[in-house]
């Protein structure tokens, strides 16, 4: 389960609206385009500093959700030689190989030819913000990438994953890319197609995708993506979002969804259509038992170019187990379901109410006192009670550091540099003089809470570690944030 936190005064981001409502069809994004562009150009400034700190490969990518080929599309890619790339900050990707050949990444679905030893740096990226430079009859065909490598001409091609099922229909079907080059494109024709890839000769290295032209109705592997809001209500609130199996839309649901007024956790649940969608055609929502659904009805189209994205609302007065199914209505036939049960929210619940009880335990205690008066009162405690070491007690304490640090898995290197800007020294010189594992990761969160001085809260750390750490690690510090 991934939690999301509240959107950032100031900020903005992709935008959603329920699916009811109109949006332009190729409406860009403007601001929050900007601020994902900013991400991704600290991202590649800091390229050759990250790769020489990280250490261990990231695999727990919320955003990317490279899925296989569905069962009418083979797989024409067994023979490509996997590889797990490093992701870097701001949302890259890093891979070295060290010879010639075809190898596939195995969390983006990219394949890259290359003609000698390189070094291939790329991310993903929002088409909604070149939704003016994709003119019809052509269409986005997969997603968007910007790619870089220490030796452009040693890399020959690049095979893009689309997210169409072509089945019987790939005769009736063009494929292209759209190259964008500064502020204009070039729509560049591709060497070669396949069930769930379209090749790219390079010709140069800047943002590129998949583009395609049809005939005939394109049929898409879907997606449904789940959130929860969170809330003081006892209701149950729900966005789902249907999309297409396409990286850059499902990227930008995350970031419309965290960037949001309200505060959502993911439900994992698997997002996988068992049926193609089919663009033009109509879908329902049906929940069982019976809760408002806004709306009932849907007409599905690849959102990609826009830049709000639609979204069912599903609301439950009572917290009760449920089943959704996404229903064709042509034929009736189920595209997608999963039941729903109180555990798979439950956990962040019961969290929030111990933290509830904890307020109203010590209101019992101090009825004489207003709110207001309360959290003055406590804030003054904090700065002038006993300090032990200089540090003030409102910081984490050793227990309560011991207890995160035995919750981090393999990845603690890389979230200690990433997230708490921890160097790379400091982690070998811990390395050297403790063997212990949470001895090691203790004594690094006791550097970073030194380091802090009197910000070396539990707020802090969860602030610093919400993007990357596990939900068992921010559900503690929560529990610590709630002793005041």
């Given at each position: 389960?991934?939690?999301?936190?509240?959107?950032?005064?100031?900020?903005?981001?992709?935008?959603?609206?329920?699916?009811?409502?109109?949006?332009?069809e190729h409406s860009?994004?403007?601001?929050?385009?900007?601020?994902?562009?900013?991400?991704?150009?600290?991202?590649?400034?800091?390229?050759?500093?990250?790769e020489e700190k990280?250490?261990?490969?990231?695999?727990?990518?919320?955003?990317?959700?490279?899925?296989?080929?569905?069962?009418?599309?083979?797989?024409?890619?067994?023979?490509?030689?996997?590889?797990?790339?490093?992701?870097?900050?701001?949302?890259?990707?890093?891979?070295?190989?060290?010879?010639?050949?075809?190898?596939?990444?195995?969390?983006?679905?990219?394949?890259?030819?290359?003609?000698?030893?390189?070094?291939?740096?790329?991310?993903?990226?929002?088409?909604?913000?070149?939704?003016?430079?994709?003119?019809k009859p052509w269409?986005?065909?997969?997603?968007?990438?910007?790619?870089?490598?220490?030796?452009?001409?040693?890399?020959?091609?690049?095979?893009?994953?689309?997210?169409?099922?072509?089945?019987?229909?790939?005769?009736?079907?063009?494929?292209?890319?759209?190259?964008?080059?500064?502020?204009?494109?070039?729509?560049?024709?591709?060497?070669?197609?396949?069930?769930?890839?379209?090749?790219?000769?390079?010709?140069?290295?800047?943002?590129?995708?998949?583009?395609?032209?049809?005939?005939?109705?394109?049929?898409?592997?879907?997606?449904?993506?789940?959130?929860?809001?969170?809330?003081?209500?006892?209701?149950?609130?729900?966005?789902?979002?249907?999309?297409?199996?396409?990286?850059?839309?499902?990227?930008?649901?995350?970031?419309?969804?965290?960037?949001?007024?309200?505060?959502?956790?993911?439900?994992?649940?698997?997002?996988?259509?068992?049926?193609?969608?089919?663009?033009?055609?109509?879908?329902?929502?049906?929940?069982?038992?019976?809760?408002?659904?806004?709306?009932?009805?849907?007409?599905?189209?690849?959102?990609?170019?826009?830049?709000?994205?639609?979204?069912?609302?599903?609301?439950?007065?009572?917290?009760?187990?449920?089943?959704?199914?996404?229903?064709?209505?042509?034929?009736?036939?189920?595209?997608?379901?999963?039941?729903?049960?109180?555990?798979?929210?439950?956990?962040?619940?019961?969290?929030?109410?111990?933290?509830?009880?904890?307020?109203?335990?010590?209101?019992?205690?101090?009825?004489?006192?207003?709110?207001?008066?309360?959290?003055?009162?406590?804030?003054?405690?904090?700065?002038?009670?006993?300090?032990?070491?200089?540090?003030?007690?409102?910081?984490?304490?050793?227990?309560?550091?011991?207890?995160?640090?035995?919750?981090?898995?393999?990845?603690?290197?890389?979230?200690?540099?990433?997230?708490?800007?921890?160097?790379?020294?400091?982690?070998?010189?811990?390395?050297?003089?403790?063997?212990?594992?949470?001895?090691?990761?203790?004594?690094?969160?006791?550097?970073?809470?030194?380091?802090?001085?009197?910000?070396?809260?539990?707020?802090?750390?969860?602030?610093?570690?919400?993007?990357?750490?596990?939900?068992?690690?921010?559900?503690?510090?929560?529990?610590?944030?709630?002793?005041?």
């Amino acid at each position: 389960m991934e939690i999301v936190a509240d959107g950032v005064e100031g900020e903005s981001s992709t935008e959603e609206h329920p699916a009811g409502e109109d949006s332009s069809e190729h409406s860009s994004s403007s601001t929050s385009e900007e601020e994902s562009d900013a991400e991704e150009s600290d991202g590649r400034r800091s390229d050759e500093e990250q790769e020489e700190k990280e250490s261990l490969p990231c695999c727990n990518d919320s955003e990317v959700n490279y899925l296989p080929p569905c069962e009418h599309c083979r797989n024409e890619n067994g023979q490509k030689e996997q590889v797990t790339p490093r992701r870097l900050a701001g949302g890259q990707y890093i891979m070295h190989l060290d010879t010639e050949g075809t190898y596939q990444c195995s969390l983006t679905g990219l394949i890259f030819e290359v003609m000698k030893a390189v070094k291939i740096t790329y991310s993903l990226l929002s088409w909604s913000k070149y939704a003016s430079l994709v003119e019809k009859p052509w269409i986005v065909g997969g997603p968007l990438f910007d790619v870089r490598c220490d030796s452009a001409s040693a890399l020959a091609s690049i095979q893009f994953p689309h997210s169409l099922c072509l089945g019987d229909h790939g005769a009736g079907m063009a494929f292209k890319v759209l190259h964008i080059k500064g502020e204009g494109a070039a729509i560049e024709p591709s060497a070669d197609y396949s069930a769930s890839h379209v090749k790219w000769l390079v010709s140069s290295l800047s943002p590129v995708g998949p583009l395609i032209q049809s005939q005939e109705p394109v049929q898409y592997h879907g997606a449904v993506i789940l959130y929860k809001v969170v809330d003081e209500q006892p209701s149950l609130s729900f966005r789902v979002y249907v999309a297409t199996n396409n990286d850059s839309f499902i990227k930008d649901i995350s970031r419309a969804v965290k960037h949001s007024n309200k505060k959502f956790i993911k439900i994992d649940k698997p997002p996988v259509c068992q049926k193609l969608l089919q663009k033009g055609k109509r879908y329902r929502l049906v929940c069982e038992p019976e809760a408002e659904v806004t709306p009932e009805e849907i007409e599905f189209v690849d959102g990609s170019l826009l830049k709000l994205k639609s979204y069912i609302e599903v609301y439950l007065e009572k917290p009760d187990d449920f089943t959704l199914s996404l229903v064709e209505l042509e034929s009736d036939a189920t595209v997608w379901k999963a039941k729903l049960r109180e555990s798979d929210w439950i956990h962040y619940d019961q969290n929030k109410n111990e933290q509830k009880r904890s307020a109203v335990s010590v209101k019992k205690r101090k009825p004489a006192l207003s709110i207001l008066e309360e959290d003055a009162l406590c804030s003054k405690k904090q700065r002038t009670s006993n300090k032990a070491g200089g540090i003030e007690t409102r910081n984490l304490t050793d227990q309560q550091l011991m207890v995160i640090a035995k919750l981090f898995g393999r990845q603690w290197r890389e979230i200690a540099i990433e997230c708490l800007q921890m160097e790379m020294k400091d982690i070998e010189q811990i390395q050297a003089t403790e063997e212990e594992v949470n001895m090691q990761k203790f004594l690094l969160l006791s550097k970073w809470r030194d380091r802090e001085q009197g910000n070396g809260t539990a707020e802090a750390l969860y602030k610093s570690l919400h993007e990357k750490a596990s939900y068992e690690i921010l559900q503690a510090l929560q529990g610590f944030s709630a002793q005041c």
